[in-house]
């Protein structure tokens, strides 16, 4: 039977990790040890790393956030992902591909060339898939366009639930344009920033579609999504274990309540990625590119 989580991911080391000028060294050292660091704990607990070194032309500073660029699937699938930002479309480079040459029967859904029409859709960072259920959770944005939603949907053959989130910065609501900041997809859980979603009809049907699915739901405050709770990623062991990797930061936020429910299905792992997350914007679940291939 097919697993909907994965042991194996990859992971993109930063050759010149969000470059400033004046603590860019500083910042790019501090990175590559919290960096290592994840890559060992992840492989000690059990989990198939493998790690891609980026070089520093072209200049792609994000790199280390592989996930929004591209995803995979079984079949032998990879789907390619549009990306709103120039700089980060570079990040698609020969070395990511020589890493697919040895997969049989590659099968590429390319979406990318819709960029010149600025349509966008980014990768698991826009889509919260549920690979068990066949569903994928969108809060729609510049970065996650609808159209495009249903054209993954309709090829991928999945369900589209699509809600619009926000997050309040400086007393005024403002787009949240990654569903993986305010939600997380477990195979018995999901972790869900419900009061984000202003909307009431879209948050109560999003609930819906998870209860239906027998999903018990970690809910989170939008204070805990600034603690990078909600871009958390649940992984399995070679021993089958499932393990639920977060940030240190995320993993300081939650409650008893919440850490107990995660812990009836998994081990959690927390990683210190802090540097990380200040100068990035991302945490642990966006440095992880699940492999189904």
């Known amino acids: 039977m097919k697993k909907n989580i994965t042991n194996k991911v990859l992971m993109v ?12 060294q500083e910042i790019q050292n501090s990175a590559l040890i919290e960096f290592d660091k994840m890559v060992e704990k992840l492989k000690s607990i059990g989990i198939d790393v493998k790690v891609i070194q980026d070089t520093k032309e072209p200049h792609t500073p994000d790199s280390i956030f592989p996930n929004n660029w591209f995803s995979t699937h079984y079949s032998n699938t990879v789907v390619l992902y549009p990306m709103f930002a120039e700089n980060r479309r570079l990040e ?3 070395k990511i591909y020589e890493f697919f040459d040895n997969v049989d029967n590659l099968n590429i859904v390319d979406y990318s060339s819709l960029e010149k ?5 980014e990768g698991t960072g826009a889509l919260v898939l549920d690979r068990k259920n066949k569903k994928a959770y969108c809060s729609l944005s510049q970065r996650a366009d609808e159209k495009l939603l249903d054209i993954f949907c309709e090829d991928a053959g999945y369900k589209k639930i699509a809600f619009h989130s926000y997050q309040t910065i400086n007393e005024e609501r403002k787009v949240i344009y990654h569903t993986n ?7 018995n859980y999901a972790i869900l920033c419900a009061d984000s ?3 009431l009809e879209e948050r109560a049907n999003v609930i819906a579609e998870l209860e239906k699915d027998k999903k018990e739901i970690v809910y989170i405050t939008e204070k ?5 709770l909600g871009d958390v990623i649940e992984l399995v062991n070679n021993e089958g274990v499932n393990i ?3 940030s ?3 993993y300081s936020a939650l409650t008893d309540e919440q850490k107990s429910i995660i812990e009836k299905y998994d081990v959690i792992l927390p990683v210190d990625v802090h540097t990380i997350e200040k100068y990035g914007g991302g945490s642990a679940r966006c440095m992880i590119a699940e492999l189904f291939i």
């Open 181 to 187: 900041i305010m939600m997380a997809m477990g195979e």
């Open 244 to 246: 639920c990797v977060m």
């Open 248 to 250: 240190a930061t995320a």
């Open 13 to 24: 080391r930063p050759a010149l990790f969000a470059f400033n000028e004046k603590t860019a």
């Open 92 to 94: 698609r480079t020969d």
């Open 197 to 199: 979603i202003d909307n």
């Open 224 to 228: 805990q999504v600034e603690s990078f």
């Open 117 to 121: 029409e600025n349509i966008f859709l």
